[in-house]
């Protein structure tokens, strides 16, 4: 079995919080379970982009299982828009929220991002098993 379908498996619900309508998962345990699971995991931050606006995107690679994952991430406010000129503690919460993100691209928790690409009205409230995943794995592997 692969370490994606292995870790895809992972319930990850009663480490969740809920913040209005988003769910996040709590950094701390995301990285714990993975270098559980990859002693040797790594991750890294890129540059962020600046946009015109003032508006920001971070990026975070993870290295696991020989793999690199990179995710990106937007500098958001509490209703999920992008902040204009953000500062310190904005930036980090963002570089925080992608690496767990990126950990999610290996598989731990990928099912809470389920529907995020989804216009709002059509994005679904919440995704409670790991089962709804089962064609993202097949269309990764």
Same mark, same amino acid.
């Given at each position: 079995?692969? %370490?994606?379908?292995?870790?895809?498996?992972? /319930?990850? /619900? =009663?480490?969740t919080?809920?913040? &209005?309508?988003?769910?996040?998962l709590?950094?701390?345990?995301?990285? =714990?379970?993975?270098?559980? %699971?990859d002693?040797?995991a790594?991750?890294?931050? $890129? *540059?962020?982009?600046?946009?015109? =606006? &003032?508006?920001?995107?971070?990026? @975070?690679? !993870?290295?696991?299982? *020989? +793999?690199?994952?990179?995710?990106?991430?937007? !500098?958001?406010?509490?209703? /999920? %828009?992008?902040?204009?000129?953000? /500062?310190?503690? *904005?930036?980090?919460?963002?570089?925080?929220? @992608?690496?767990? +993100? $990126?950990?999610?691209l290996?598989g731990? &928790?990928?099912?809470?991002?389920? &529907?995020?690409d989804?216009?709002? =009205?059509?994005?679904? %409230?919440?995704?409670k098993?790991?089962?709804?995943? +089962?064609?993202?794995?097949? *269309?990764?592997?």
């Amino acid at each position: 079995m692969s %370490k994606y379908l292995e870790l895809r498996k992972i /319930n990850v /619900n =009663d480490h969740t919080e809920r913040k &209005g309508r988003f769910t996040y998962l709590s950094w701390a345990w995301a990285v =714990d379970q993975l270098l559980q %699971k990859d002693p040797m995991a790594t991750w890294s931050y $890129a *540059d962020p982009t600046i946009f015109a =606006d &003032g508006s920001m995107m971070v990026y @975070c690679t !993870v290295q696991a299982f *020989d +793999k690199s994952m990179t995710a990106m991430l937007p !500098v958001l406010n509490h209703v /999920n %828009k992008p902040i204009q000129n953000p /500062n310190a503690m *904005d930036v980090n919460t963002a570089m925080q929220r @992608c690496l767990v +993100k $990126a950990i999610a691209l290996h598989g731990i &928790g990928l099912y809470i991002y389920a &529907g995020e690409d989804l216009p709002e =009205d059509e994005a679904p %409230k919440q995704v409670k098993s790991s089962q709804s995943m +089962k064609s993202v794995a097949e *269309d990764i592997l």
